[in-house]
């Protein structure tokens, strides 16, 4: 639980080395998997009463998928962990079973030529190890398919959310500054008439700024499959639209809208969503690794002109008040 709020995830890696389950012999099938406890943990679990032996590689703590687009799960650190443990001697001429998820990875033609061993892709799901070895190390087409269902997409909130929560006190700031009077008619700072006119300006920033957030690492992967957009980033980026249009149409009757305040609520959200959502990329089915850098090069830049002109319309709002007398 404290791994899926994101509490300790840098660290959450585990011996890499040989382990083994049940009573292995020279014969029995060698499962290779990552150093990730997370994933060591699922398969693990799964082994069942099976006589295996499990190499760990060293992924620097990182999964199966994204070791593997990052290049650390590869044929190179296999066969190096191979050479570093007593495989060769206890198991010489047994098959390796990698994860399906490493292919993209992994160059198992070079793999077998430098180790002398039967190379073969195992199941998707650590939970289909069983029968997949029972079969003869033959695949079901279920045991081939990533599924990225709701159930899937709502695992990773957590971890999202607890790496968004830094983002809180930056949000409260921009949208005070944002929300500070400008006009010079409010009088003194923090009497009545001052404090109800910043009010009017700092709720509703909020609300959209913090909705914007909320709606980027909640929203998001919830809706992910019946979003517009090809790019992630666009995806965040109509979600905080449609928030922060709500959040205008329904302050008409509480609060008087400021064009300043929502124009600079409403760049700062767009992307502060989208970059969020451009998180999910390494976790989703939808995209690939080439996919996904194409989107960072070229969203990037649009986000960060975006947050940066929201910032400078609070920056310059907050300067005017000063310059009017507003924080007289």
């Known amino acids: 639980m404290r791994l899926r709020f994101g509490v300790g995830r840098d660290k959450a890696a585990v011996e890499p080395g040989l382990y083994f389950a049940g009573e292995p012999d020279a014969g029995s099938p060698v499962l290779v998997t990552a150093n990730y406890r997370l994933t060591f943990d699922a398969v693990r679990k799964e082994l069942g009463n099976l006589s295996v032996w499990l190499l760990v590689i060293d992924t620097k703590g990182v999964n199966v998928w994204c070791s593997a687009g990052k290049g650390t799960f590869c044929a190179e650190e296999i066969g190096r962990r191979i050479a570093l443990t007593a495989l060769d001697r206890l198991a010489p001429q047994a098959t390796l079973v990698l994860p399906q998820l490493s292919a993209s990875g992994v160059d198992a033609r070079g793999l077998s030529a430098a180790t002398g061993r039967r190379v073969v892709f195992g199941p998707v799901y650590a939970r289909d190890i069983v029968e997949f070895l029972e079969s003869g190390m033959k695949k079901a087409p279920s045991m081939r398919k990533v599924r990225f269902a709701l159930r899937d997409r709502a695992v990773i909130i957590p971890v999202e959310l607890s ?141 960060a002109a975006s947050a940066g002109a929201g910032a400078l319309l609070a920056i310059i709002r907050l300067l005017l008040a000063f310059v009017r007398g507003g924080a007289a």
């Open 163 to 303: 790496h968004s929560w830094p983002l809180l006190p930056v949000i409260a700031v921009v949208a005070a500054c944002a929300a500070f009077p400008g006009n010079g008619t409010e009088g003194p700072m923090f009497s009545p008439l001052w404090t109800a006119s910043f009010g009017a300006r700092f709720i509703p920033a909020l609300v959209m700024l913090f909705g914007s957030l909320v709606m980027g690492t909640l929203a998001f992967p919830l809706l992910l499959p019946v979003l517009p957009g090809r790019f992630f980033s666009v995806k965040g980026c109509v979600l905080a639209v449609a928030w922060n249009a709500a959040v205008l149409f329904a302050a008409r009757g509480i609060f008087q809208v400021y064009p300043f305040v929502a124009i600079s609520s409403v760049l700062i959200g767009c992307a502060l969503s989208g970059y969020l959502a451009m998180n999910f990329t390494g976790a989703s089915t939808f995209t690939s690794q080439r996919g996904t850098e194409r989107e960072v090069s070229l969203s990037l830049p649009v986000m």
